[in-house]
Nanobody
Framework: QLQASGGGLVQAGGSLRLSCAAS????????VGWFRRGPGKEREFVAA????????YYADSVKGRSTISRDNTKNTVYLQLSGLKPDDTAVYYC????????????????WGQGTQVTVSS
C-alpha cells in the first residue's frame, strides 16, 4: 500500500516536498514513479527512481525544478518540487513497480491515492 502526502496550497515560486510511504512489504525492490493529473488533463509522468536511487528520470516539464529521492530504511520516496508554477497544480500520485523503471503508466501496478498540489499565481 502506498500513501502520498505533502501536498498543499503554495504560491508560485514556492516549494513543496511530497512523500510516498509504503507499507505492507519492503520497498527496496521497487522502482517508484510520480505522476500527476491536472484539472481537465490526462495523467502524466513527473519523475521516477529505480530501486536503489541510482537512476532518476524526469519529465521535461519539471526537469531542473524537481528532485526525486528515496530512503529505503524509511520505506519512503520523496519528490521535492521547487519553482512551482500554476501549471503544476494537480493531484500527484506515486506508484511502484518491480518490473523496471520509466515513464510509462502501464509499468506500475501499485498506486497511492494522490495528494493535491495547488499553486496560486
Amino acid at each position: 500500500q502506498l500513501q502520498a502526502s505533502g501536498g498543499g496550497l503554495v504560491q508560485a515560486g514556492g516549494s513543496l516536498r511530497l512523500s510516498c510511504a509504503a507499507s505492507g512489504r519492503p520497498f527496496v525492490s521497487f522502482a517508484v514513479g510520480w505522476f500527476r493529473r491536472g484539472p481537465g488533463k490526462e495523467r502524466e509522468f513527473v519523475a521516477a527512481i529505480d530501486w536503489n536511487g541510482g537512476n532518476t528520470y524526469y519529465a521535461d516539464s519539471v526537469k531542473g525544478r524537481s528532485t526525486i529521492s528515496r530512503d529505503n530504511t524509511k520505506n519512503t520516496v520523496y519528490l521535492q518540487l521547487s519553482g512551482l508554477k500554476p501549471d503544476d497544480t494537480a493531484v500527484y500520485y506515486c506508484a511502484a513497480t518491480s518490473q523496471g523503471v520509466g515513464e510509462m503508466e502501464w509499468l506500475y501496478y501499485y498506486w497511492g491515492q494522490g495528494t493535491q498540489v495547488t499553486v496560486s499565481s
